[in-house]
């Protein structure tokens, strides 16, 4: 799990369940999800927006966000 972590937080936000969401939480944690998201090429609009409310912070940090528009 430590050698593509931007693969397994992708999977968890497309086809995960809550209690995969916990489960990533508790291995990798919150600060290091949100690194790993705003690396990130795409996410879904559903996920971005759970991500930054949850992280507290601006969706034009992310670069999915800012290469889509």
Known sequence: MDQYPAFIVSR???????NDWRTLVSYYGLDRIVEVCKQMRYID???????????????????????KQ
């Open 12 to 18: 968890v936000f497309e086809i995960g369940t809550l």
């Open 45 to 67: 609009e559903v996920s971005l927006a759970f991500i930054t409310t949850i992280s507290n912070t601006n969706p034009a940090d992310y670069r999915c966000f800012v290469t």
